[in-house]
């Protein structure tokens, strides 16, 4: 084992990268508090400058899954379709099987220039996720609390909101409503089959109000549906761990164009449209699993530098004081400092591993065991 590959496993290395992380998201959450004033002044300039700070936070995550776990990512498309990657503003649909998917799907909008001005509708418990939800607060991002009949204005009114945004977004909809696991996946197909739809395979049954209010509000400002279906070489089943231990994991995304005009207005029929085109993503993960490969043209988009200065500026300014401090309390000799200062190494270790527990499937919510049952 080298030298590189020995510190990527050690556990002191990954406080101080949570470290970074923490403290520098902190600084960013309260210039983004600053940058409040601006608001009523020019609210596209505010829309600007929080897109940048977003990003100097998100590509310190991109930043472990390219430069230091060594992921590759390859897309199948046609070229076509990834001439118009960052020049239009869409709407994502990727499938919810894995803990990292959306760091997949992070790195592919920071290589296309979309990262910082990329949205969600999320979960509204995320909101109060110190650093995630603070961090999307001010990007705008639309919260949900998955209930229909109180989402409704709420989401309406957020993504109307976003109809005059100034730099290209890509906003991601999970359809299936949660990550899948085999509970909810029994659940889902007997809704499916209660239904008369199509069981499916590899996928949830997708919720369609939300896809259908999106397609609604944002036509106009939205020129397509990216389909986006992923999946890992070696039936690996990757996770935010694995990445900070810089294990490399190979991902795979099939990435289809559906220009907007093609989907139907009528919410029932786009309803129909959204169930049609899950069952071709069973497909396609049938394919991959039969044959290791998605149809289409390879393309290994190459990872920009950004990431890596962003964090090496972060660490530079965070960490070389950090040590200054530290070095003081052990050269001082007090007990009570050295004490002081260890229950701030456990806290700040407790604090990144709460953060991390965000991702992970088993730790994730009961949405979708019951939820299931009931008329969407």
Same mark, same amino acid.
């Given at each position: 084992?080298?030298? #590189?590959?020995?510190?990527?496993?050690? /556990?002191?290395?990954?406080?101080?990268?949570?470290?970074?992380?923490?403290?520098?998201?902190?600084?960013?959450?309260?210039?983004?508090?600053?940058?409040?004033?601006?608001?009523?002044?020019?609210?596209?300039?505010?829309?600007?400058?929080?897109?940048?700070?977003?990003?100097?936070?998100?590509?310190?995550?991109?930043?472990?899954?390219?430069?230091?776990?060594?992921?590759?990512?390859?897309? /199948?498309?046609?070229?076509?379709?990834?001439?118009?990657?960052?020049?239009?503003?869409?709407? #994502?649909?990727?499938?919810?099987?894995?803990?990292?998917?959306?760091?997949?799907?992070?790195?592919?909008?920071?290589?296309?220039?979309?990262? !910082?001005?990329?949205?969600?509708?999320?979960?509204?418990?995320?909101? $109060?996720?110190?650093? #995630?939800?603070?961090?999307?607060?001010?990007?705008?991002?639309?919260?949900?609390?998955?209930?229909?009949?109180?989402?409704?204005?709420?989401?309406?009114?957020?993504?109307?909101?976003?109809? *005059? $945004?100034?730099?290209?977004?890509?906003f991601l909809l999970y359809c299936e409503g949660t990550r899948f696991t085999e509970t909810k996946h029994r659940i889902s197909m007997e809704v499916a089959e209660s239904k008369g739809l199509p069981k499916l395979k590899y996928h949830l049954l997708p919720r369609t109000k939300g896809f259908t209010t999106a397609v609604q509000c944002l036509r106009g400002t939205v020129?397509?549906? $990216?389909?986006?279906?992923?999946?890992?070489?070696?039936?690996?089943?990757?996770?935010?761990?694995?990445?900070?231990?810089?294990?490399?994991?190979?991902? *795979?995304?099939?990435?289809?164009?559906?220009?907007?005009? *093609?989907?139907?207005?009528?919410?029932?029929?786009?309803?129909?449209?959204?169930?049609?085109?899950?069952?071709?993503?069973?497909?396609?993960?049938?394919?991959?699993?039969?044959? !290791? #490969? /998605?149809?289409?043209?390879?393309?290994?988009?190459?990872?920009?530098?950004?990431?890596?200065?962003?964090?090496?500026?972060?660490?530079?300014?965070?960490?070389?004081?950090?040590?200054?401090?530290? /070095?003081?309390?052990?050269?001082?000799?007090?007990?009570?400092?050295?004490?002081?200062?260890?229950?701030?190494?456990?806290?700040?270790?407790?604090?990144?591993?709460?953060?991390?527990?965000?991702?992970?499937?088993?730790?994730?919510?009961?949405?979708?065991?019951?939820?299931?049952?009931?008329?969407?």
């Amino acid at each position: 084992m080298g030298l #590189i590959a020995f510190l990527k496993t050690q /556990f002191i290395v990954h406080l101080l990268i949570g470290f970074v992380f923490v403290v520098s998201g902190l600084i960013i959450n309260f210039v983004q508090l600053c940058t409040l004033i601006f608001w009523p002044i020019n609210k596209q300039f505010y829309r600007r400058v929080n897109c940048r700070l977003a990003y100097s936070l998100w590509s310190q995550l991109v930043m472990l899954l390219e430069w230091w776990s060594g992921t590759e990512c390859t897309l /199948f498309s046609d070229q076509a379709t990834v001439d118009k990657f960052g020049k239009e503003h869409v709407i #994502i649909i990727l499938n919810h099987n894995f803990e990292i998917d959306f760091l997949c799907g992070w790195t592919m909008t920071e290589r296309f220039g979309v990262l !910082g001005s990329s949205k969600v509708l999320a979960k509204k418990e995320l909101l $109060y996720v110190p650093l #995630i939800g603070w961090t999307w607060y001010f990007l705008e991002i639309v919260f949900c609390k998955r209930k229909w009949e109180e989402d409704r204005d709420t989401v309406i009114e957020g993504l109307k909101r976003l109809s *005059d $945004y100034p730099e290209y977004m890509w906003f991601l909809l999970y359809c299936e409503g949660t990550r899948f696991t085999e509970t909810k996946h029994r659940i889902s197909m007997e809704v499916a089959e209660s239904k008369g739809l199509p069981k499916l395979k590899y996928h949830l049954l997708p919720r369609t109000k939300g896809f259908t209010t999106a397609v609604q509000c944002l036509r106009g400002t939205v020129s397509a549906v $990216y389909d986006v279906t992923l999946n890992f070489r070696g039936n690996k089943n990757p996770s935010l761990l694995g990445i900070l231990y810089g294990k490399k994991y190979e991902a *795979d995304m099939c990435v289809r164009r559906f220009p907007l005009e *093609d989907i139907p207005e009528n919410e029932k029929e786009a309803a129909n449209w959204l169930h049609k085109l899950y069952q071709e993503k069973d497909a396609l993960q049938e394919m991959y699993n039969q044959k !290791g #490969i /998605f149809p289409g043209h390879q393309l290994k988009p190459p990872r920009r530098p950004w990431t890596l200065l962003n964090f090496l500026f972060w660490a530079t300014v965070l960490l070389s004081p950090l040590f200054t401090f530290g /070095f003081g309390i052990f050269a001082s000799g007090s007990p009570l400092l050295i004490l002081a200062f260890l229950g701030f190494v456990g806290a700040a270790s407790f604090g990144v591993r709460r953060l991390i527990g965000v991702t992970e499937i088993e730790k994730g919510s009961s949405y979708g065991n019951q939820e299931f049952k009931k008329k969407e």
